[in-house]
């Protein structure tokens, strides 16, 4: 059974930085394409980044348009932990976010699995 776990989350003053983590355990991240995504209080879950594997280094990540630039997403080379590592963070990325793998893409129905989340804060 898959499992992934967020961390990393926490409050930060706008202009700052974070990094989030996802761990996952019973599988690794060759099998799947992996996804980042947000929801704050009232809204729906949206899109943030997503990341699709080809080869052993080869990968191509998407991102929302608002976090170009800003968000990175990758992951490390024993292919256990996917990052999302976000600098120049404003108000309105507060949001609690969360990772997920599968067949990857924009939508949320792309992806079978999911992490619990973890709240990121932004204050001014």
């Known amino acids: 059974q898959v499992q992934l776990v967020e961390s990393g989350g926490g409050l930060v003053q706008a202009g700052g930085s974070l990094r989030l983590s996802c761990a996952i355990s019973g599988g690794t991240l060759s099998n799947y394409n992996m996804g980042w995504f947000r929801q704050a209080p009232g809204k729906e879950r949206e899109f943030v980044a997503s990341v699709r594997w080809t080869g052993s280094s080869t990968y191509y990540p998407e991102y929302e348009d608002s976090v170009k630039g800003r968000f990175t997403i990758f992951r490390n080379n024993a292919k256990t932990t996917m990052y999302l590592q976000m600098n120049s963070l404003k108000i309105e990325d507060t949001a609690a976010y969360y990772c997920?793998?599968?067949?990857?893409?924009?939508?949320?129905?792309?992806?079978?699995?999911w992490g619990q989340g973890t709240q990121v804060t932004v204050s001014s």
């Open positions: 997920s793998a599968g067949l990857g893409g924009r939508r949320s129905d792309g992806y079978i699995y």
